[in-house]
Every structure is written in C-alpha cells, then in structure tokens.
C-alpha cells in the first residue's frame, strides 16, 4: 500500500477548509451541516473526520487561518506603507488602514468577511475558539500598538496618549468595515474618511 506523504495530506485538509469555508460563508456556521461540507469537498464523511472530528474542530481550524491571514496583511500593509515613504519614518495610521481595507477588499479575504464576521459571535459561545481570538486580536492589538509607541516617540502623539486604547479603536474601526462588507451590496470607501480622521499620525 502506498505511503500517505505530509503534501498529500496537506493537500486534503486544505480541500476540507476550502469546502468548508465556502459553505459557512455562503450559509453561515449553524446552517452548514458537515453533509454539505462531505458534499462540497467531494469527499466521504470518514475522509473528512480523519482529519477534523467535529463541524467545531473544522471552524476553528478556518477561523484561526483567518484571522492569521489578517494578522498577515496588517503585517503587509504596514512593511508596504513603510517602502512606499521615507524608509526610516514611521509610516502613517491612515496610509496603514487604507492599505490594508484595499488589500482586504481586493484579495481573497473579502470573501472570508462573512466567516470573520460570524467568528467574533460564535467565540462568545465556544471556549475554545475565544482563546485562538483572544490570543490573536491580542497579536493584532500589539502589532498596532508599536506603531502608535513609534508616533509618540517622534512626537506625533502626546506621551500621555494611551496607545493600547488606541490600537483597539482601530481594530474596531476595520472589524466594523468587516462587518460592512459582508452585508452592504458595495463595501463602504474608507481610505479618504481614514486620512481626515489619523490626519499625520
């Protein structure tokens, strides 16, 4: 019998996830039965509880890569926003959260909006799932947060400024655009609304 290699497999969780994402996107999480995830992946119910014993195990394994696919773009938008001004200034909020709308709108993960959005109701019911979001929206939070710390070095915010505080209201800000797009026919145009609110910061 021939050996199972890591690609294949690698192959096949990503067939479930692909599946399983487009049905909780296009029917929400408690819509979705796991014969309509077999269906989707074309595969039968013991390949896919081979790899993912539960609906539950399968979304929370799609909503931690969604939520580092974001961790990831906030990370591009802020490298991108650095090399498209002065290498060594701080680059700005505003550039940085309109970088990041715009790669969202236009990349893969505007079609997760729905998923993410629907992530944040279930972990207020799964504990599980509350610990990956906490743990993540805390990498987020920090991520932000240094780059706010950076703005107060150089003066652009007051030292008093509490840049925590601060990083989470913009969290806030991009989890409601989320919000948005998943539901309005047309996402919302933040990227000049973001420069007149961040102004130089």
């Known amino acids: 019998m021939p050996k199972v290699t890591q690609e294949h497999r690698d192959r096949r969780r990503q067939q479930i996830i692909d599946a399983a994402v487009e049905c909780f996107a296009r029917q929400g999480y408690h819509s979705t039965s796991m014969q309509d995830i077999f269906a989707a992946a074309d595969l039968s119910a013991g390949a896919v509880y081979r790899y993912f014993p539960s609906k539950a195990s399968l979304y929370r394994a799609i909503s931690t890569d969604v939520l580092c696919s974001t961790r990831g773009a906030l990370d591009e938008a802020i490298a991108d926003a650095v090399s498209a001004g002065d290498p060594v200034a701080v680059p700005r909020i505003a550039d940085v959260v309109a970088l990041l709308v715009t ?6 993960l505007a079609g997760l909006c729905p998923v993410i959005v629907e992530v944040w109701s279930e972990a207020s019911r799964d504990a599980e799932l509350r610990d990956q979001v906490v743990e993540i929206f805390d990498q987020l939070t920090a991520r932000f947060e240094r780059l706010l710390d950076l703005h107060v070095t150089a003066g652009r915010l007051p ?3 509490d840049t ?4 989470r209201l913009i969290l806030a800000t991009l989890q409601g655009y989320m ?8 996402p919302p145009e933040i990227t000049a609304a973001a420069r007149a609110a961040f102004g130089e910061i």
């Open 159 to 161: 030292a008093s400024t």
């Open 179 to 186: 919000a948005q797009y998943s539901a309005l026919p047309e």
């Open 164 to 167: 925590r505080g601060l990083a």
């Open 103 to 108: 790669r969202m709108a236009r990349s893969p």
